[in-house]
């Protein structure tokens, strides 16, 4: 059997972290086995469902790296495929033509909540062997309904959650398809999952309810019926449900605050999956030992920051020339001046060690891309008479030396043997004339980048 997977977003909003998690799970089952994973846009809810956010979808699949092999299918273009079906069904026996109006479908509901039950469709348009059914009312053009079992029980083995066994008489005879004809959801699901001969269901537990209705679905249908495996939500670190208070919600805000697809891939494969203490792992490793055995049965919680550090590793990793490309654009826009100013790559080198994301890395670069504007209250403070002679016989060694960072720390450390200082009393003016920060990466290492022309000429500026 080949495994066939399938993420498949109502498209009323942004790509968020619960459906880019299902979707990694779905995709690296289907890669494990050198199966198939196929994308479904279950655009059906046309009051909600938008262009902008199937494009947000796919463009946090594509972020992600998440490749389809087969899709994107537009339900709404499956209308009549499903039509079809319904037709099928009503031949069949499986489906019933239902006059009630809505009117009195709620007046039913409202009958048996006063008697205390829990309110179904009572099943006066079922037909049944030796049954009367109404006469058909005029005017009234009719829903389809599903002809559920009565009696007996639905089950499967959930793969994360294990047997779960829902009773027949909790369900209704369900609406497939509406006056105008239009399906509704559940069955357009089962229809799909058929026809798209998906093995595997790897959705979110919010779909529990609709399982067993969509397994009576494809029974009737004589479809084969998929592995489900519900996986449970993600909460914040509070145990309160995700939402913006827990930060970005939307996968595509990860890459606009500077994190790496490879960072939120392997934080996403962690929530709720684990392999022993594993937690830094390339997708490639991922797909290699993704089973869904080890998928928690308890909801995750979303820890910012453990992402963060997990950016901050991929970061490190990364090579210079990928994160200059990514942090030049973000440079720009703070009007960063390229010319006479140190090349992005050695900067990044230096800077990168101590960034959890691009834009951090992209503030701290732009210490070597602006103008130092010393604040005249730290030159007081820094900059003292005591000072000056050791920074005046800093630069005049500065002439003689081989410009690099062991030099410049020989070269400092002489001064401050001469003039009896300690380090931070040469270092912070050094780092205060030539960058305008007291907070900088290690002073040698910066003024090597600076390069000496730039070095003396903001001394000598700056120290007036
Ligand atoms: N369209 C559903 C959703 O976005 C998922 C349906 C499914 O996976 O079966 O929640």
Redesign the pocket.
Not at 6 to 10: C, K, L, Q, W
């Given at each position: 059997m080949t495994v066939r997977t399938?993420?498949?977003?109502?498209p009323t909003g942004y790509l968020h972290l619960g459906?880019a998690r299902?979707a990694l799970f779905s995709w690296a089952y289907a890669r494990h086995f050198g199966g198939t994973f196929i994308l479904r846009i279950?655009d059906t809810d046309l009051e909600r469902s938008t262009p902008e956010a199937v494009q947000a979808i796919l463009d946090g699949m594509n972020w992600l790296g998440l490749q389809h092999d087969e899709g994107p299918f537009y339900q709404m273009k499956r209308m009549d495929r499903y039509r079809e079906v319904v037709a099928q069904m009503l031949e069949a026996g499986n489906a019933y033509l239902c006059y009630c109006t809505p009117e009195e479908v709620e007046a039913m509901r409202e009958r048996q909540r006063a008697i205390g039950e829990k309110p179904r469709y009572d099943g006066t348009w079922r037909p049944e062997p030796g049954k009367t059914l109404p006469p058909v009312p005029e005017g009234i053009r009719p829903v389809v309904r599903f002809k559920n079992p009565l009696d007996g029980d639905v089950t499967w083995n959930d793969v994360v959650k294990g047997t779960i066994t829902i009773s027949n008489r909790e369900l209704d005879d369900l609406v497939i398809a509406r006056p105008d004809g239009t399906p509704t959801y559940n069955f357009c699901?089962a229809v799909d999952?058929w026809d798209m001969r998906i093995t595997h269901?790897i959705?979110?537990d919010?779909?529990v309810n609709?399982t067993p209705r969509q397994i009576n679905i494809l029974r009737a249908l004589g479809a084969p019926l998929p592995e489900y495996g519900h996986v449970p939500m993600i909460l914040g670190a509070d145990g309160e449900k995700l939402s913006k208070r827990h930060g970005a919600v939307s996968v595509m805000e990860y890459p606009a605050q500077g994190f790496l697809p490879e960072a939120m891939l392997n934080y996403l494969a962690r929530l709720g999956w684990s392999h022993g203490d594993e937690e830094i792992f390339s997708m490639e490793q991922f797909i290699q030992w993704f089973d869904l055995d080890h998928l928690s049965k308890s909801p995750a919680q979303f820890n910012p920051e453990k992402l963060a550090w997990l950016n901050n590793h991929y970061i490190r990793q990364s090579d210079d020339a990928r994160l200059a490309a990514l942090v030049r654009p973000l440079l720009e826009k703070e009007g960063a001046q390229f010319d006479g100013a140190p090349a992005l790559e050695p900067v990044i080198a230096l800077l990168k060690e101590r960034a959890n994301t691009i834009n951090e890395l992209s503030e701290a670069a732009m210490l070597f891309y602006r103008q130092p504007r010393p604040d005249p209250a730290l030159m007081a403070q820094h900059v003292t008479e005591a000072v000056r002679p050791a920074l005046a016989q800093f630069i005049g060694q500065c002439r003689g030396i081989e410009w690099n960072k062991a030099a410049l720390s020989a070269s400092m450390k002489e001064v401050l043997a001469a003039h009896k200082l300690k380090m931070p009393q040469l270092a912070m003016p050094l780092r205060l004339l030539v960058t305008g920060q007291l907070q900088t990466p290690s002073i040698d290492a910066v003024l090597e980048l600076f390069g000496r022309e730039t070095v003396l000429a903001r001394l000598e500026k700056n120290l007036g």
């Open positions: 399938r993420f498949a977003p109502s459906g299902t279950e699901v999952d269901v959705r979110g919010d779909h609709n």
